[in-house]
């Protein structure tokens, strides 16, 4: 018998059974999110709200020592249609997802490491599984906002989510 680490995980990814902590783990192992020194705190047990830091360190930083706008583009991108994924798993659809349209309005410099705490309300949740189990796909809008160490936002994001059924 040989174990695969990426077909485990990925077998595991798309399961419902899929723990907060393992997908706190690999995410943070994913190279992308390495290399923009994006780190995962925390992953609430239903999947409802996702913690999230972008370092400011001589890694992504500008010339104008700000973090740049594609590490900050990155940390908040793909985390609402992952949630949402894992939300209607839980409920008994296995579904494609996607983010499929960001708006991103950068107020300030990021000079400090930013949070982002991504966050879907009991309303959002039964909006989108409604809509999935009515029409076999969901597109909806979330907000999120990066806030500085300073607790000043250093950007406002909206982000599309996609879930369709899978067939």
């Known amino acids: 018998m040989t174990l695969n680490p990426a077909k485990y995980f990925l077998n595991r990814y798309h399961s419902a059974e899929l723990k907060p902590n393992e997908l706190k783990y690999v995410l943070n192992l994913w190279l992308p999110f390495l290399f923009n020194r994006i780190h995962i705190e925390d992953v609430s047990d239903d999947f ?37 994924k894992q939300i209607a798993l839980r409920n008994g659809h296995k579904t494609d997802f996607f983010t499929k349209a960001t708006e991103v309005k950068y107020i300030k410099p990021a000079r400090t490491d930013i949070n982002f705490k991504f966050q879907l309300s009991t309303q959002n949740i039964e909006t989108a599984m409604t809509t999935l189990s009515v029409k076999g796909k969901y597109e909806g809008w979330h907000e999120v906002e990066g806030v500085d160490k300073n607790g000043d936002v250093c950007i406002r994001a909206r982000i599309q989510s996609y879930l369709r059924l899978r067939k």
């Open 48 to 84: 409802s709200a996702i913690n999230v830091r972008i370092k400011h360190t001589f890694w992504n930083r500008n010339p104008s020592k700000a973090i740049w706008g594609g590490a900050i583009f990155s940390a908040a991108d793909p985390f609402f249609p992952i949630m949402l």
